[in-house]
């Protein structure tokens, strides 16, 4: 076992510390800044803000939202050079280079909350453990805490063994991967370029404590888009045909894209989570808003319907004399991994003695953007490879998701820690 | 009472002659040379074809129907002198001049029948009285040949009377009423343009025998339109993503029509009547055609509700990816009557003694295309008026339609005769 | 003039007073009590809380806001004693007797504000005078502070006067116009059971000062509903089948109720103001809220649309798979007015010299809650009478909306005592 | 070689024969007789009628239809004892018994062909050879022709060659197998219980001559489906309110079903593939007839969408107050073959010479009803295989539909009869 008792006190204890502060998508100040200090003081150069995203790809960033979380990190004591040096950029990226030849190596952690209430029943374990969430209606109700634990862990790992090890190492921190937003920009930065390995891996997802799923297929490509239109007031008695209903407009729109055709070049999705319309019970309604997203087993499949989104937006805007405007807020595509690493991946988690059940796992329909970055890595000539690591959850993005971090964090551990002994054993 | 014996006996021989041989709008060859070779001779000079049409306006008509038809008249016995006269026009209007000042009286009549079986119920005034339709699926279920036996029965009086009588008569037999077709270019021929006095009737509507109706204003403006889509044929279970369905256009398009937004400018009517689209089960459907209907109050009103239809037919052939097109196959306006002419028919229906009972009726919520004329007369600087008179008719366009003609016939005959008196006596 | 300078001043400051703490409707509480101490100090009897409504008549009230409301009333220095006798209800009836046979003469006024956002525009009417909302996101923008303060002169003038009057007199200060709420149960009270003589008045609505208009006819009965869907939430990546759409289920019943059938008994309006709906992107949505509201220019064509709101909300239901509730919360019916008092109206509008155009208009498309005491007052043998004075507003319920009430306010007055005259000088 | 120029010469025959005479679903009486009596010659026990029927399972079955196909039959020289014995039920199955032990090998081929026009192209396959179809608006353009041409040379090929085979033989004529109507009742006859191995096979599909697939799984699994609503009619005019439109019933409904949520549990098809609707312009629409189908790559996916379109069927008529009637017409489930004839099928098509092209194909999206018999013979202890044989057809359901039947043919009768050798060699 290369989990030692001192290593997952300390996992746990990183998690819980993360967990009472959850920050959401592209806001992670506070995680960021936990992490590049943690790293830092490791040794590790690590880079930040800017250059590690190419700004030209994000999407789903409000300004404002950014703005007042920044304020928000300087009140929690971030320092200002800190935060000056991410200029309002999350995520970070830490490297070490052995010295000696060898791969590149790295792992990709998500640091992301989602925007959940965490359940006040006292049985749950965060409330049990006295490290719930200190912010109202955010969550690290996914697991990123846990990820980001585990990576500073074998960061850690890393380092303490260097010498036994050749090659280089990454250690990438991504921002906003809820909305799958995060990955995209930070793939096009280049800053995965040289990565020879690439290990990616989430908990829970239906497995559990001891449990661990190789991915080599699965995961669905999806867009993520919001849909505003604009319509004309008007009173609804005296005037209505005056008016343009915005929220009509979206009413159909949400209808019509719910039937977009099914195709038989791959299974796909449509999702219109939310639709906010109208202004008042009599006024002709002037604004509506849509989040919606679709999915499909293919980057093509998925582009269908993102084309079927655009020309139903277009159409129900003529329809109806409103404005539209359609922003991509977010997009990841399928994983494809390589042979080579799920091999390695699946000889590795039946190594494990504390993981009595090991699958492979091709039909996940769930979505990751971190398949934006296995893209980018493999067009380098990298190769990548995916596992999930069980806890026992009660479902994701719930107020009572929990994952017994004590023995679930040390399954990626162990599996991460052997991946480097078997690809940067010197 | 100028009603006499032998009158009624005359329009209602007339009036089961044609109702026998019912003729849809636009095919009405054998009744317009019913209409001409009578009225010729008795001595008027008749207009038909296209001197009285201008073809331009033409809308709802099929060539390939009034070939056929034709070719039906033609094995009918009409002769090719009159067939080529009319050159494949239906509608005839007769001049009559006294020679001596007065003013330009003029009647209106329509000669089509309606798309409806005549029933077999053997105690169906026409079955009892065997003259009952001998065309499956036509039938006179409107009336119209009793007006156009009355409109004969008119015209002969005047020619008898001439010499108690000044100024000048045209008796106006158009085409296609229903669907609101044939007025509109009968109108913009300016075969009405030098009438000083127009009036209009219709029989029943609601009103028994020996009620007459004077109506001053009412009736609905209305546009018919016929919608076509084209969308792409795919089989359903293997390729379903090729497909661009026109059904599912036509169904949307139908829902959203249905919910063009009320005005407050007046009342309105959209009536989505038939829906005829695909080929097959399991084949992504390519046509779809619709027939639909506005209406409204005022012309204005509804004119926002054809603006509304073109506007939601050309999103919906956008949202679904389908090529559209919009055929506008009737029209008709609101009625303006003239106080002059409202005042005479109300003073002359109250002095018949077989109508015992005389209302206003400014609110008639069908729709009539005379008052496309009506408006063209008005623009010149005639005067209009419209009545109805009675009958016990079980509900137009049913296939138990009746009308009572002995009785029913001579109100109108009456009326008109009574207007002749007061405007053109020597 | 019965509007002294000194009325005029003495309605202005209490409009502008009032205008400062907007209240929206049902928790009138601040309102309530600066209308019941006044009518006290001048020696009414004054009627307030659940003694002036049937509680089982009440909608559209929110228990819990009502009680942040007395919250606020308190910490604004209303007092325990009268917030006591409130009981957390609103509103305020003023009797008084002459002593003197007579009949019973009545005007209504209504207290709550809109939640609209007064403009900060330093041109603004109520920002030069110092007098602008201090409550964030509420406005008297309807002029219901203006009504207020009209009825507080009238009844002040009332009983200066009381020696030269007879009769009795009530002045009803109405909770929760706005929705068309608070009506019904003042109507259903029985409070307004004894008035031969009900005077109603509206500030604006396009008449500018100096204009008066008498409604005899007009207003659309209305219902105000909301409706809510409850679906249930699933994954919409790994289990959209698992889920049912309150999202999709609101959708189509707003474009279902778009679509209701116009009716040739009397113009209707649908309005589906309001629709939120879902949870987030990839979640199936669960909960659907809309506030939707039904008109028509009778009682029943708008009972026709009411009925039609069940029906589709239950089939949509249906066809989601998904709960529904439907909760009316307003209602308002057509104005029938009597001849007498609107004769009445008509001669005292033209008596006023500072009023240069008086006007029947009884084609008002809005609604009026006060329709509902007319027609209670009506079944119990009593007369009712509404006018229209003007105001240059810019258009009510807008963030600018104002009265210049030293020339409006005193329009209103002058009506209103000039028919006191009429009916109960000595 | 098996297939013989003789064979061949015999098949090519048989095939242009039935060609000319093509008969629809449940009215192959003309087919039925054709094949009976040549097996009878043959000396076959040959059974049909309600024998191979259970009609408890019939669907989608029009009794004037058939009707009036046994009259065409009689009139086509069919003799009156052998439509007696059918007893207005098409299809037939052949039995032969070597009278020595082995195992029932059967074969299955459908009668019935497609409602298309066959091209006048004077370059079409059968205007060539001038055995293009005698019946307007019906066409062999699935092939069907082709099958029972070869079931038939197949069974003649097993009398000739009885001496040296053991077991028993079935052959199955199953009617109406398009719209998926005919499988289900002869399988519930229990008429193909006692079959150890089933083989089944369909020309074309996109394979081209001299190429063959097997299939292991696929096909979806189909549920057909004709919908009715039935409103009440109104003039659209005047009283548009007294109507319940069957047309936006249906464009409504046809809205929803192509909008039933995706399934994570497998992929899914919906198509409705016609619409009629309306019986005039201006009449509110009383009668709407939709014919749709459901697919799904599972039973329990398929069978999802069925209850969601029943659901939605049921709340649409709520919605809209229309009486709905939901007639199953049509069922086929997914194939699921045995490895031992799988494996058969893959060896004996690497035998044959004149094929150069052999692959396994398991992802057919299209419907077959013989899945249904499959599934019986399967669920009594038989094991079943499917193959398909190319032909170069220009697309199946199109009026130029060919398959070049001498080099075709021979394909699918070298494949039965080396089954045939494999299985029930002496």
Same mark, same amino acid.
């Given at each position: ?8 006190e ?20 506070? +995680?960021?800044a936990?992490?590049? /200090?943690?790293?830092?003081?490791? !040794?590790?150069?690590?880079? +930040?803000?800017?250059?590690i ?46 010295g ?13 909350? %989602? &925007? ?42 890393? =380092? ?5 090890? &050749?090659?280089?190492? =990454?250690f ?15 793939? /096009?930065?280049?800053?995965a ?6 290990? &990616?891996?989430?908990?829970?997802t ?35 045909e ?36 109208? /202004?008042?019970?009599?006024v ?28 139903i937006?277009?159409?129900?805007? =003529? ?14 595509? %399928? ?9 390695d ?11 009595? =059940? ?11 953007d971190?398949?934006?970055? &296995? ?7 990298? $190769? ?8 026992? /959850?009660? !479902?994701h ?19 991460? %820690?052997?991946?480097?002994?078997? $690809?940067?054993?010197?």
């Open positions: 076992m290369y989990a030692t008792k001192e290593i997952i300390r996992m746990v204890a990183d998690r819980r510390h993360i967990h009472k502060r959850p920050e959401e998508g592209w806001t992670e100040f506070e +995680t960021t936990f992490v590049v /200090e943690r790293l830092r003081s490791l !040794g590790f150069e690590v880079l +930040t803000g800017p250059k995203l190419n700004t030209a790809f994000v999407m789903g960033r409000d300004p404002e939202l950014v703005k007042s979380a920044q304020e928000r990190a300087r009140q929690h004591g971030i320092s200002e050079a800190l935060l000056a040096e991410m200029d309002g950029w999350t995520g970070a990226v830490a490297v070490f280079d052995t000696r030849p060898g791969p590149v190596t790295a792992f990709r952690m998500d640091l992301d909350c %989602v &925007c959940v209430q965490e359940t006040d029943d006292p049985s749950h374990e965060a409330n049990l453990g006295g490290y719930a969430s200190e912010r109202p209606g955010l969550m690290h109700a996914c697991g990123h805490d846990g990820h980001t634990a585990v990576g500073l862990a074998v960061a850690e790992w890393v =380092k303490e063994h260097a010498d036994e090890l &050749c090659g280089r190492f =990454k990438i921190f991504q921002p906003a991967e809820e909305g799958t937003r995060g990955a995209e920009p930070l793939a /096009e930065s280049g800053v370029d040289d990565i020879d390995y690439l290990v &990616c891996s989430h908990i829970g239906g497995y559990k404590i001891g449990e661990i799923a190789v991915c080599h297929r699965g995961f669905l490509a999806t867009t993520k888009i919001d849909v505003r239109f604009t319509g004309r007031a008007a009173h609804a008695g005296t005037a209505p005056k008016g343009r209903s915005a929220l009509l407009a979206a009413a159909s729109c949400a209808t019509l894209l719910s039937g977009i055709s099914r195709s038989a070049q791959g299974d796909t999705r449509i999702s219109i989570g939310r639709l906010v319309a109208g /202004e008042g019970r009599n002709v309604p002037v604004h509506a808003y849509m989040q919606l997203e679709t999915r499909g087993t293919t980057e093509e499949v998925n582009q269908f319907m993102v084309e079927n989104v655009h020309r937006v277009e159409g129900t805007a =003529k329809s109806f004399d409103v404005e539209a405007s359609i922003e991509p807020v977010g997009h990841a595509t %399928v994983l494809e991994a390589d042979q080579e690493v799920t091999d991946l699946m000889a590795i988690a039946k190594e494990i003695p504390f993981v009595h =059940k090991v699958e492979r796992n091709d039909g996940i329909t769930g979505s990751e971190v398949t934006m970055i &296995c893209r980018r890595v493999r067009a380098h000539g990298g $190769k990548v490879g995916f596992f999930i690591f069980g806890c026992n /959850e009660h !479902g993005h719930k107020g009572d998701f929990c994952i017994q971090d004590e023995e679930s964090l040390r399954e990626a551990f162990e599996m991460d %820690v052997r991946f480097v002994l078997r $690809k940067n054993r010197r």
